[in-house]
């Protein structure tokens, strides 16, 4: 487990486990942890939102919890439910066996033994390992009710099911929450947060990351596919190829023992780096032969 006591040390930290930060995001971390504050991180679909909440869980030693968000998500999904089949099953045993108390089996059908606890109550339980990280991953999907909601359990940090009472949290969870910005986020809610927006990296920490995440690619080939993507973003897409997608096609590339790009190898693959047909499309013919051939003049610049 490591110790986040001074920015470097998060930085640190962090590209142990394989994730490379710049200051800016390793600030706020640093931050976030000292004065217990949730985290907002914005930015778009790929940059490594998700995955920082996961490396911070592992440096620290620490459960990660996340609750995916969704269009129609509720309190109650979010929070906790009752498992209705066991709850059923056991008053047909009760009344089978003649031993239907009401107030009893009332008693039991509403306790521990039959709550299934969904992510937002079981960050609020207490850890031997300490408070975990709760994740709420795209926020932005989620309605504006489920929002309000979520205000008031970050402010408290207590959840309250009618049938038990209140559950406050004996720690407080290290809260990341996450937005690919598909909609604004209410301001009251990021009020609660320190914000951070995490963008596409620059070539030399897309280098570092590409290195981390999949080590056994060569150097040269690391440097050209870092370059290709870039260039890519640059383009006019529907959606612009995240970190995430310089990572896959890296592996997919070494899958195929691959050790320069060229317009065919690139054709083959494009799948693994753009996710729309219209955006493959635009990269047919000589276009990823002229993408290629920019990229190339942009590593040798740098």
């Given at each position: 487990?490591?110790?986040?006591?001074?920015?470097?040390?998060?930085?640190?930290?962090l590209g142990e486990e394989g994730y490379v930060c710049g200051r800016s995001l390793a600030t706020v971390v640093f931050l976030s942890l000292r004065l217990g504050r949730p985290l907002f991180l914005e930015g778009e679909a790929g940059v490594g939102k998700t995955?920082?909440?996961?490396?911070?869980?592992?440096?620290?030693?620490?459960?990660?919890?996340?609750?995916?968000?969704?269009?129609?998500?509720?309190?109650?999904?979010?929070?906790?439910?009752?498992?209705?089949?066991?709850?059923?099953?056991?008053?047909?045993?009760?009344?089978?066996?003649?031993?239907?108390d009401r107030e009893v089996l009332n008693a039991e059908l509403f306790g521990p033994d039959y709550l299934v606890e969904r992510p937002l109550l079981q960050a609020m339980r207490p850890?031997?390992?300490?408070?975990?990280?709760?994740?709420?991953?795209?926020?932005?999907?989620?309605?504006?009710?489920?929002?309000?909601?979520?205000?008031?359990?970050?402010?408290?940090?207590?959840?309250?099911?009618?049938?038990?009472?209140?559950?406050?949290?004996?720690?407080?969870?290290?809260?990341?929450?996450?937005?690919?910005?598909?909609?604004?986020?209410?301001?009251?809610?990021?009020?609660?947060?320190?914000?951070?927006?995490?963008?596409?990296?620059?070539?030399?920490?897309?280098?570092?990351?590409?290195?981390?995440?999949?080590?056994?690619?060569?150097?040269?080939?690391?440097?050209?596919?870092?370059?290709?993507?870039?260039?890519?973003?640059?383009?006019?897409?529907?959606?612009?190829?995240?970190?995430?997608?310089?990572?896959?096609?890296?592996?997919?590339?070494?899958?195929?023992?691959?050790?320069?790009?060229?317009?065919?190898?690139?054709?083959?693959?494009?799948?693994?780096?753009?996710?729309?047909?219209?955006?493959?499309?635009?990269?047919?013919?000589?276009?990823?032969?002229?993408?290629?051939?920019?990229?190339?003049?942009?590593?040798?610049?740098?």
């Open positions: 487990m490591q110790d986040f006591n001074s920015i470097d040390a998060v930085q640190a930290a995955e920082i909440a996961k490396a911070i869980a592992a440096a620290l030693g620490r459960r990660l919890i996340r609750l995916q968000c969704y269009e129609g998500l509720d309190a109650s999904s979010a929070v906790y439910e009752w498992n209705f089949a066991a709850q059923m099953v056991a008053i047909r045993t009760a009344e089978a066996s003649g031993s239907a850890d031997p390992a300490g408070a975990p990280v709760l994740l709420i991953d795209e926020l932005d999907r989620t309605d504006e009710p489920f929002e309000a909601f979520l205000l008031e359990a970050l402010s408290d940090f207590q959840v309250t099911i009618p049938e038990i009472g209140t559950i406050a949290a004996p720690e407080p969870p290290i809260v990341i929450v996450t937005s690919n910005r598909t909609r604004e986020v209410h301001d009251a809610l990021k009020r609660r947060c320190l914000y951070h927006w995490v963008d596409y990296p620059d070539f030399e920490r897309e280098i570092a990351i590409l290195q981390a995440r999949a080590p056994e690619a060569a150097e040269a080939l690391s440097r050209e596919i870092v370059a290709f993507v870039q260039q890519l973003r640059t383009e006019d897409l529907f959606k612009k190829p995240g970190v995430a997608e310089t990572i896959d096609w890296a592996k997919c590339l070494l899958a195929l023992d691959v050790l320069t790009l060229s317009p065919e190898v690139i054709a083959d693959t494009l799948g693994a780096v753009l996710k729309y047909q219209d955006d493959i499309a635009k990269l047919q013919g000589s276009e990823a032969g002229r993408l290629l051939d920019q990229a190339r003049a942009s590593m040798e610049v740098a």
